[in-house]
């Protein structure tokens, strides 16, 4: 759309509008602007002019975090975005900084050479300036064969924190479950895939929501590379249980029996619960501008919850508040006692296998360092001496903080600032509270950022326009940079600079669109 609004769109209102007020010959002129060729070099000179600001800051010395994240491409090839956080004009600026292509069946060695070729070789970037690297867990990029991560911190000299992306974390953590749940599970994805496999099927069910009136009239697919799949497909099946029954009953599918078993369905209203509220923290976890202090509040909060959640059912009235579709369902069905104390126990077994799985893959050692360090989540909390001494920083560093602590102008600032854009402000003044403080909250903790990426990537990319263009559009889309348009404008070769101001201008027009 980018690279066509302005000759399928703009330019024939703009004739009609011509024609219209003046004449056909005035028109005529119109048609000399250029096309769509043209559109594209001019969305790679945008590109080109974004990536020579963040890379002109970035070799400035300072300090950089990235986020790395793979994926099959809509041709044959692997896709690896990169992302980058630093410091500038105080405050933290998360910006894309490269897209690699990349051919399949590459060993990590290979990946890490392309990388080392851009970053170093292209952008002639300084890897002991990295102080973070943020990545998923998967094979391809951690496993025994790949080592991706192990190069990269050896270029580093070991000096960069690496962070298993909090939300892949989640993701790996909620997979487990007792086998009569996981059954539920595969049959809601049965029978949605049934009818979403089907274009027939889902047009017949569309039809047949809307005649009756139903909340929703489509199914959402199940896919395990996203993260929020789950949660969204067990709604809206449980909530399109009566209508499915039907439809599936009409078409004679065996998965029609699924919705007459009592017990399956009251399943299916605890699974659309949790995985509701996991959903929930998984979007916790994501958007900008957030610190591991943060994320990790929101881990153990839901962990510490898990476990209230199952002190709950083990006590001798059992309560159910925590899960209101599970708890409606039961209150409106009338479901045997027995019956029902068994799916407490299978409910239990799962949020205590659920409890143990986040226990292992978000481990209390793990996040030692941010105890050691909970000073920067609020200096002032340490007023007095003897709170400070207990915080086992050098001399230097207490006074610092003893200081900083005391001042009510600056007590201001942190209640008005971002904790990233508080340190940096006072970086002068407090030169070591504040490095350690950056160095500390600089790393991603999630690889959300590669993931927007990809989807950008992906409505901006067809078989049609799969070429090397497609990392500029990217870069348009995604970049946090602004780019000096009279810059942009004065270097185009055009005779009419007016007439290059409104071809920009539609390029703009259909670049935030399609953003």
Known sequence: M???????????ACLDMVRTIFDDKSADKLKSIPSDSTISLRICTIAEHLETMLITRLQSGIDFAIQLDESPDIGSGTTLLVYVRYAWQGDFVEDFLCCLNLTSHRSGLDIFTELEKCIVGQYKLNWKHCKG??????????GKHSRIIKKLLEVTNNSA???????????????????????VLKNAVK????????????????????EIGAN?????????????????????????????HVFLTEKKSHLATVFEDDIWVTKLAYLTDIFGILNELSLKLQGKNSDIFQHVEHIQGFHKTLLLWQARLKSSRPSYYMFPRFLQHIEENIINENILEEIKLEVLLHLTSLSQTFNHFFPEEKFETLKENCWVKDPFAFRNPESIIELNLVPEEENELLQLSSSYALKNDYETLSLSAFWIKIKEDFPLLSRKSVLLLLPFTTTSLCEL?????????????????????????VSSCVPDWNELVNRQAHPSVSSVRCHLGAEVMSISHDT
């Open 191 to 210: 029978v949605v895939n049934f009818i979403k496999g089907s274009s027939l099927n889902s047009r017949l069910l569309e039809t047949f929501c809307s």
């Open 216 to 244: 929703y009239t489509h199914l959402l697919y199940h896919t395990k590379v996203r993260w929020l799949s789950q949660g969204k497909i067990l709604s809206r099946v449980y909530e399109l249980r009566r209508e499915i």
């Open 133 to 142: 690297i943020t990545s998923d867990g998967t094979a391809n990029i951690t």
């Open 161 to 183: 924190a690496w962070n298993h992306c909090f939300i892949h974390r989640e993701a790996l953590a909620c997979r487990e479950m007792p086998q009569n749940l996981m059954r």
């Open 453 to 477: 990426g990809f989807s950008v990537l992906t409505q901006l990319k067809t078989k049609e326009r799969n070429g090397p263009n497609g990392a500029a559009g990217l870069r348009v889309a």
């Open 2 to 12: 980018a690279h066509t609004a302005a000759e399928k769109i703009i330019l024939p």
